[in-house]
């Protein structure tokens, strides 16, 4: 592996899972706002963009940890957890538009994408390039 | 742990990320054949089943992470790595079944409950060798 | 890193990929008990409940695992175990408690906030120190 101290992709892994309990809350706080009580998940358009905005969030939480991590072992650490910032940027810009209006949502949602393209790209840059090197002994 | 250059299992897991893009677009897609605009989630029988079979891998993709990497560091990465590829078969036998009704969902939960038990088991037995051998000295 | 065969780290959290797989089991059970067919999610109040604690389990499960991995690879193994392991009670708690009513979520709920703090200041810290040390040679 590239790196054996992943100190930047632990620093922005970790902002990111405390950026979801930050989204959880504004779930949350949408809840009492328009008095939504648990376990309903349906109410006012604005609460049930708020839901959705949030578990949108949760469906690519863990395809971004993947494309995180993917491309800071195996290309480069310091380029994965620049672009991993932009990942929390991008969510939080989606997350705002979303609450405001659906199609609000979408410059968020396609800088989120650009961002996976990126992770994923280069991460299988740097896989294929390992495989490669330990299987076929090609050096490139 | 038992490889230092997890290559196969980064592989396996950037796949498994891409192709859960992939179903997540196939929800999208369900939603414009059904006009079934965001952030509604009900809608035509076929459009909630195909909105459920995205969510249940969703629900699962954590699991089959743990259990991947468990069984991949611990076991043996190339069988981890096999077990992984048909997981992701799995996921796409069970969702394309689930669009088309709620029964033929079940080989593809049946196959996916396989890998997770294949998985789980190996993990484990490579967990419980890794514990007796570094923290009581018994090596198997 | 810390520990370069983090077993105790892997036995947690196979461990609770397997209670993650034990509480889905519980809403299909519930489903049964209901009369509630997939793909609905809607039903009498206590199957609600039982779906939505579930899902709001799946919603904490990757930041969970952040958290454990960080604090357990750059603070402490053992300490993240042990905190690990009351999460999985923790999950357990709310769990059952919101399957009761909506009410009865909230201790569980407040002790999983409570893991959640703990792993992420603990891990926050192991990160700033290797940090300080990695890249301004500053050794705490």
Redesign the interface.
């Known amino acids: 592996?590239g790196t054996?101290?992943?100190?930047?992709l632990?620093?922005v892994?970790?902002l990111?899972?405390?950026h979801?309990?930050y989204l959880?809350r504004r779930v949350g706080w949408s809840r009492m706002a328009h008095k939504v009580?648990?376990?309903?998940?349906t109410g006012p358009?604005q609460f049930?963009?708020t839901?959705?905005?949030?578990q949108n969030c949760?469906?690519c939480?863990?395809?971004f940890?993947?494309?995180l991590w993917?491309c800071g072992?195996?290309f480069s650490e310091l380029t994965a957890a620049a672009v991993g910032l932009v990942y929390i940027i991008a969510r939080q810009i989606y997350f705002n538009g979303?609450v405001k209006s659906?199609k609000k949502?979408l410059p968020g949602f396609y800088l989120t994408l650009a961002v996976?393209v990126t992770l994923?790209l280069l991460?299988?840059i740097g896989?294929l390039r390992?495989?490669l090197h330990?299987y076929l002994h090609i050096h490139l």
Chains 1, 2, 3 share one sequence.
């Open positions: 592996m054996d101290s992943p100190f930047l632990a620093a892994s970790l990111s899972a405390l979801m309990g959880a009580l648990p376990p309903s998940v358009p049930e963009r839901f959705r905005a949030h949760v469906e939480y863990p395809v940890l993947v494309t993917t072992m195996f979303y659906t949502r996976f994923s991460g299988l896989i390992g495989i330990k």
